[in-house]
């Protein structure tokens, strides 16, 4: 990964903007996405996502693809439907009153929204972590194993026994906690609990992994360790990433998303996005005149 | 500096310097005011220890005589001749005439007692209910037949309220007491023949038209039997209501109606549960009066409100971090809430739970109405058996003409006091314990 020095500049002050940028960031216009939103061997498969809390609409026909054992970041100025983009892929904003998915999601080609679809194995299939850490008030032990024990993937304590330490050597923490699995999760520091969960998400042997902003409640440190910990992950898992950070963003993902006012206004290796944007509103963000 | 700039700066302090005397000046109201605020919080907490200390001392200082009764110690001769029977077997021993046993140790005490209506006051001395206890002796003990015991049996009431009155300052109460029985009370006391022992027939008995041998055992296993009815009732159910209405149930104006009714019912004065309990329970479902089945169905209906309520405050404080972690897991929404948000929830719902039951224990209206006010002297073997609860049974007695049920209300009255204490100290120490830091 290149290292990049980004000019961020302070944030807009009013009567400091030209016209120019005033139509740009006011400019609902933005019918097709620029770059490269598809790819050929795709894991999931979004097109025409349109998603409504109530009557305000949060997504404008979102197309996009994600590719099998890729990291895509998605970055954009806040409220501007990331997170949300991001929930309609395991249908976690199924749990949200009055809101409305619309368009054609798949994985592997099956298809994610559907009358006939059981949320449950979906989730088993498409994990996520949240961007406050939030492992559950129970023995690190219990927290790996639930996810296998609820999907009935494996009920012996053998087999548990060894899913937990898989789980946790891949998410980096056996070493850490292999004396005290039994002490509860919620006592660890605040890296050591996100990568509990990253080890929790990865016990039920998901497809993809979606990460909500993993790292923003993290210092450096534990920041540094989870970027190097979705690296290792990429050879296994699908990672979809939303991050606030373009350096982050530059860091850990090959494909970076730019989203604006709820529209995926450009898509394209993430070299490219952050020397050579394509659209002019992506390069306003990276530089820093808005976000 | 300029000269403009330089007395800018003496404005600035001057300014400030007005701005500080001002401060000065409120500083010492301010303080005062403080004070005084903080006076009026103690004096309220003052207040309110100051009623509860006299409303324990006034209770205590009524009730704690109860706790003793005066006996008398006989030599009791079990004579068959006097017994009027051959042996002993339970249907003998019914018929047996153990009031002519302790009539003739009396007898035997006083032998200068002649005369019809001495001899009757003789044997006023000891309770009416003296005779059923040398029966359980002599039941348990067969071989005593023929045999001279000792035995410490309960004095009457007349007895006990005169001994009781004699260690008090004021003057003796004699009431129905003579002059010459208070002779042979003072002789029996000098001898030590007459004590005021430990009440074990308080705990032991169940009601009684003779204060000596009334007791609140029945009133006690009867509140017991109606709580657990209410428990095992009222728990479930409202638990069960409480994780519908907050985790199912879709948020629109039915929904909206159901809380406001169930908040309306919690308020609702509990005679109205008892007139319901009547209609329905003992008129239309032909159930058995007086019973703690029907006790307890009663008080369900009164506790379910306050359980349903304190149990969807205690859910609702389960962050919503936990449900989305569990649900991100792909857990069903049974197992979210069975696996993670109800043991979080339990604490605070065991809590409400013992303190709708505290509430349930001590209430007495609506019991009235569905027939728990009648004469128990039974204890009651089972959840349809008539019986009464300790409440009602206070009641009761209050109403009593006896002097010695005075301060066996109050005595009562403690134990319900002592029950209910526990039961809320038991709550608080729950709550401390499973409080789960997350």
Known sequence: MTTMT????????????????????????????????????????????????????AIHNVSLDIGRNEVVAMIGPSGCGKSTFLRCLNRMNDTIEGCRVEGELTLDDEPIYGPKVDVVPLRARVGMVFQKPNPFPKSIYDNVAYGPKIHGIASRRAELDEIVENSLRRAGLWNEVKDRLDKPGTGLSGGQQQRLCIARAIAVSPEVILMD????????????????????????????????SMQQAARVSQRTAYFHLGKLVEVNDTETVFTNPEHELTEAYITGRFG | MTDASNSKMNQVQINQQTVRSRIEARLASRHRKEKLFRGLGIASIGFGILAVLVLFTDIVSKGASAFVQTQIQLQVTYDPAELDIDKVDHESLAWANFDGVIRAALRERFPDVRGRRDKRELYALVSSGAGFNLRERLENNPELLGQTETVWVNADDDV??????????????????????????????????????????????????????????????????????????????????????????????????????????????????????????????????????????????MTLPTIIISSRASLKSVPPSIREAAMGMGASRMQVVLHHVLPLAMPGMLTGAIIGMAQALGETAPLLMIGMVAFIVDVPHGVTDPSTVLPVQIFLWADSPERAFVERTSAAIMVLLAVLITMNTCAVWLRKKLERRW
Not at chain 1, 214 to 219: M, R, V
Not at chain 2, 162 to 178: I, N
Request: charged content about 20%; glycine content about 6%.
């Open chain 1, 213 to 244: 902003e993993p790292c923003s409640a993290l210092d450096p440190i534990a920041t540094a360790r989870i970027e190097e910990l979705i690296d290792e992950l990429r050879e296994n898992y699908t990672i979809a990433i939303v991050t606030h």
């Open chain 2, 160 to 301: 006990d309220t005169y001994v009781k009155s004699l260690s008090k300052d004021d003057e003796a109460f004699m009431g129905r007491t003579s002059e010459q029985k208070a002779g042979w009370i003072l002789q029996l006391r000098e001898d030590g023949e007459l004590k005021k022992r430990f009440n074990t027939t308080f705990f032991t008995n169940g009601d009684s038209r003779e204060p000596e041998q009334a007791g609140i055992r029945a009133a006690l296993v009867g509140s017991l039997f109606t709580l657990l009815v209410t428990l095992a009732l009222s728990f479930p159910i409202g638990v069960a209501a409480a994780i519908y209405l907050e985790e199912f149930a879709p948020k629109n104006r039915w929904t909206d109606l159901i809380e406001v009714n169930i908040n309306n019912l919690a308020a609702v004065p509990s005679i109205v549960f008892g007139l319901l309990g009547l209609a329905i329970f003992i008129n239309f479902f032909e159930m058995p009066r007086s019973a703690p089945l029907v006790g307890g169905l009663v008080l369900t209906l």
């Open chain 1, 6 to 57: 980004l000019n961020v500049g302070p944030a807009v002050a009013a009567g400091t903007e030209t016209a120019e940028q005033e139509s740009v960031k006011t400019n609902a216009e933005i019918v097709k996405t620029v770059g490269q939103p598809f790819s050929d061997d795709a894991k999931l498969k979004m097109r025409n996502v349109n998603v409504f809390y109530g009557e305000a609409q």
